[in-house]
């Protein structure tokens, strides 16, 4: 039973550019969140999606950052103009119900550096 | 505005030794909490969890205790190997809505 995948791991781009993270859920789980770990700190939520639904973005950038889920493939997290400030770790998260709560499983994270 | 909370962002123990991890939130909203381990360039794992409902979780070597009265909680590895080295992240959700609240994580080394 495979985890959750992010591709690319490892992602540079210079300023201006675009950035797409892709992320697959784990089998048989249809919600999928990302969040950003800026160095030395803790994750931050950004953005909880369901199959071509966004359910809350509430963490999201109000500008440049865009996630989508479509029915068929991966999630989505797309970063236009990057800028420097934009390095970081994304990570993405499926859920499925554990416990009376809702786990969250990880992937490896996708590390993208703006030079 | 950091609604998880974890103080101490580093603790080294002796192998075999008890390491204890605190782990302190202000939302009283919050009624899930779960443990993640994570090891560098890889994503967090999740290791244990517990609901509003318990006051003790235990999984083997690692116990989670939560004291809603403290909104306090903490995780509890007994004893300590080197392969738990690692930083830990605490975490906390509401069952009013979507997200996970992470605390800023503790650095564990077990010294061998």
């Known amino acids: 039973n495979a985890g959750v995948m992010q591709n690319p791991r490892h992602l540079v781009r210079r300023r201006g550019q675009e950035a797409r993270l892709r992320c697959s859920p784990m089998?048989?789980?249809?919600?999928v969140y990302w969040y950003r770990q800026l160095p030395e700190e803790g994750l931050k939520f950004m953005v909880y999606?369901?199959?071509?639904?966004?359910?809350?973005e509430s963490g999201m950038p109000k500008e440049r950052f865009s996630a989508e889920f479509p029915k068929e493939g991966p999630s989505i997290l797309r970063i236009q103009q990057v800028v420097r400030g934009d390095s970081a770790a994304y990570f993405c998260?499926?859920?499925?119900?554990?416990?009376?709560?809702?786990?969250?499983?990880f992937g490896p994270g996708t590390r993208l550096l703006v030079l | 505005d950091q609604q998880v909370k974890q103080n101490s962002p580093s603790l080294s123990v002796q192998e075999g030794r008890i390491s204890i991890l605190n782990c302190d939130y202000t939302?009283?909203?919050?009624?899930?909490f779960l443990w993640y381990k994570k090891y560098p360039a890889e994503g967090p794992t999740f290791l244990i969890s517990?609901?509003?409902?318990?006051d003790k979780n235990e999984d083997g070597r690692f116990t989670v205790f939560l004291n809603k009265s403290a909104k306090h909680l903490s995780l509890h590895i007994v004893p300590s190997q080197p392969g738990d080295s690692a930083v830990y992240f605490c975490?906390?959700?509401?069952?009013?809505?979507?997200?996970?609240?992470f605390g800023t994580g503790t650095s564990l080394t077990v010294i061998p």
């Open positions: 939302n009283s909203m919050f009624d899930y």
């Open positions: 517990i609901s509003s409902i318990k």
């Open positions: 089998k048989g789980h249809s919600h």
């Open positions: 999606l369901q199959k071509e639904n966004i359910i809350d």
């Open positions: 975490a906390a959700s509401a069952n009013t809505g979507n997200q996970f609240y």
């Open positions: 998260a499926s859920s499925a119900l554990r416990d009376g709560g809702e786990t969250q499983y």
